[in-house]
């Protein structure tokens, strides 16, 4: 597609579920990040995949959540046993990768709210 | 994660007016320091970005000053509009990582 598509838009959910997010990239990019952004706050790393390669999994604040990204294009992310402090916008981007100088096309989030 | 300290949090302008942004960082490796701007239920969008073999990048209404020394870069907004108020975050990259932001700030650009 022509950018980063993601889904479901807004997902409210009760506390303890699962839920699952999902990003498609830019078709060719490389390199796929989620970010979350809580009320007001700022953006905050997550994950990245680059190519092949391990995912920098150093952002993701709990092991309640996990990310994988299939064939190199769709990612989902997985929040298990979801929290009330879960609640924000999670943002998805992708780049072509491969280092500095690729902007990053984000795509317009899926709001959470835990209840 | 903070490694960009980015103010003011929140800046009201009169329409014409100069809206400037600033922000610090302390990794001195970073080559890469992009700004972007995200209007209410949209994703952040890339606005203009800057190397640091270069002092400053003018894109029409929008510049960006970079000062290597003191580790500091900043967003000039001329002639501001109603249109720019939004959310712009700085950001800093790493080669072959990934991207950290500011805080955000919150322009509004009074009519």
């Known amino acids: 597609g022509a950018g980063v598509s993601q889904s479901p838009s807004n997902k409210v959910t009760e506390k303890g579920k699962d839920v699952e997010l999902r990003c498609d990239p830019i078709?060719?990019?490389?390199?796929l990040y989620w970010y979350r952004q809580s009320l007001g706050q700022g953006l905050e790393f997550l994950i990245y995949?680059?190519?092949?390669?391990?995912?920098?999994k150093s952002g993701l604040p709990s092991d309640r959540f996990s990310a994988e990204r299939t064939g190199g294009s769709v990612s989902t992310l997985t929040i298990q046993r979801t929290q009330q402090e879960d609640s924000a916008v999670y943002l998805c981007?992708?780049?072509?990768?491969?280092?500095?100088?690729?902007?990053?096309?984000f795509g317009s989030g899926t709001r959470l709210t835990v209840v | 994660q903070q490694q960009v300290k980015q103010s003011p949090q929140s800046l009201i302008v009169q329409k014409g007016g100069i809206s400037i942004i600033n922000c610090a960082y302390e990794?001195?490796?970073?080559?890469?320091f992009p700004w972007y701007q995200q209007f209410p239920g949209k994703g952040p969008a890339l606005l203009i970005a800057?190397?640091?073999?270069?002092s400053e990048k003018k894109e029409g209404r929008f510049t960006i000053s970079f000062n290597k020394s003191a580790k500091q870069f900043s967003l000039h907004i001329m002639d501001s509009q109603p249109g720019d108020s939004a959310t712009y975050f700085c950001?800093?990259?790493?080669?072959?990582?990934?991207?950290?932001f500011g805080a955000g700030t919150i322009l509004r650009v009074k009519s």
């Open positions: 800057i190397r640091p073999d270069v």
């Open positions: 981007a992708s780049s072509l990768g491969g280092g500095s100088g690729d902007g990053y096309t």
């Open positions: 078709s060719g990019h490389t390199a």
């Open positions: 950001g800093n990259m790493e080669y072959g990582n990934k991207l950290v």
């Open positions: 995949f680059q190519g092949n390669s391990a995912p920098d």
């Open positions: 990794n001195t490796a970073f080559d890469y």
